[in-house]
Every structure is written in C-alpha cells, then in structure tokens.
C-alpha cells in the first residue's frame, strides 16, 4: 500500500532518510544533497516543499519512503529522494 506520510511514520522515514538518494540532479548540484533533517521537515510538513508517500504492508511500519517536489507551475511533480529502509 501507498499512502500519505504521518506522523507516527517519522522514526523509520529517520532511519531510511541516511541512506537515501536524493534524484533531483539540478538541486544536488546547486544546494547539495539533503541532510536527514531536512528529508524529516519535509516529511511532517515543516517545510513545505515536498509530498512524502511510504510504502507499507497493512498494519506495518513503512519499507521505503519518496518525496515528490511540487514543479514550478503546480501541475506537475517530481521524485526528488527515495529511501528504502536499511538492510542490515
């Protein structure tokens, strides 16, 4: 299942969030990669820059999390980060 972020899904979006990658290229380059705190902003809506969606099974925690940034026109959306959660 595919739904909206929650709250009670920030410590493993934390947790994926080290490992992500980030695939907007263009503000790789022009700001640097995401650091964790800002990927768990975005997450509970601090900043309010991305949509973040989790991939869970019924009843559990989430196994992988992306981040869709809002295009320019707010028409369209883009995958900027995905995290799967660590192996390991």
Not at 55 to 66: D, N, S, Y
């Amino acid at each position: 299942m595919i739904r909206r972020a929650k709250w009670t899904d920030l410590a493993p979006i934390r947790r994926m969030a080290e490992s992500a990658a980030y695939l907007d290229s263009e503000k790789l380059h022009t700001q640097g990669a995401q650091g964790v705190k800002q990927i768990v902003a975005r997450a509970v809506g601090v900043l309010d820059l991305a949509t973040t969606v989790v991939w869970c099974p019924e009843g559990e925690p989430p196994t992988a999390f992306a981040q869709l940034a809002k295009g320019a026109s707010g028409t369209s959306a883009s995958v900027s980060c995905l995290g799967p959660i660590p192996i390991g």
